[in-house]
């Protein structure tokens, strides 16, 4: 194994597309790209819940919200899953250019909009649930 | 007989990084799959506005796990060699997908 230092520059053969989006640098230790690989993933998985989530309010909970509210969750669900499978794509991409780059990796700003954006929902949802449930 | 496995698809890694990243790919894809599923309700209320994006994420989903097999070697040649291409593609691919379902099911919910 090398040391994480040792620098090494960009394959000769990868494609233009790489070469233009991920940018100069070298390349980094193979694990990390790995890891970002998996940590893309894993906020696509949480994309496709919220997806998931928005399509089922929409499609089984009529008989339960009234369809304005029905209609407020699952849209609201439907930009969050939006929100941050695109904004997994970015990261994905910020977070490769800063290893090849060699620089700190960049916060990820998605984590405290989705936090309060899941909150206000939940919130949201007991109010409904305790004062206006039929 | 016992089949002798694949050169290229042997690597060291201790921590078992090109299997993690290959399951964590099947079960995003998985997961899309379910997620398709649930489209499946829309079509009597949305017609072909539901059927498009289980076609189009058929596709995406088809078409990255045919490129997984090609990732798989990759990585475990690349971890060798140190050095791994970054899955451009498989990011975009995938991105794209989810990012057109919950556009085209914005779209239903708004304004269907």
């Not at chain 2, 309700?41 to 596709?59: D, E, K, N, T």
């Not at chain 2, 796990?65 to 451009?88: C, H, V």
Request: charged fraction near 20%; aromatic fraction near 6%.
């Amino acid at each position: 194994m090398n040391s994480p230092d040792s620098s090494k520059p960009p394959s000769p053969d990868r494609d233009r597309l790489s070469a233009s989006l991920l940018g100069g640098g070298c390349e980094p230790d193979p694990r990390f790209t790995l890891a970002n690989e998996r940590t893309f993933l894993a906020w696509i998985r949480t994309a496709l819940a919220f997806l998931a989530g928005g399509i089922a309010v929409e499609a089984f909970t009529g008989d339960v919200f009234t369809p304005g509210l029905r209609r407020a969750v699952a849209l609201s669900l439907l930009v969050l899953a939006m929100l941050v499978s695109a904004s997994a794509c970015l990261r994905w991409l910020k977070v490769e250019r800063a290893m090849r780059q060699r620089k700190p990796l960049p916060l990820p700003v998605l984590v405290p909009i989705l936090s309060l954006g899941g909150a206000l929902v939940a919130t949201g949802l007991i109010v409904f649930l305790i004062y206006g449930a039929p | 007989m016992r089949r002798r496995e694949p050169l290229s698809l042997r690597h060291d890694d201790p921590g078992l990084q090109p299997e993690r990243t290959l399951l964590a790919w099947r079960r995003t894809l998985m997961t899309l799959l379910v997620v398709c599923t649930l489209f499946l309700r829309w079509i009597p209320r949305f017609g072909l506005m539901a059927v498009l994006p289980i076609f189009f994420s058929l596709i995406a989903a088809l078409l990255i796990q045919i490129a997984l097999n090609a990732r798989y070697r990759k990585s475990s040649k690349g971890l060798k060699q140190e050095r791994i291409p970054a899955p451009l593609r498989e990011v975009v691919v995938l991105g794209g997908a989810v990012i057109v379902l919950s556009a085209t099911g914005l779209v239903a919910v708004g304004f269907g």
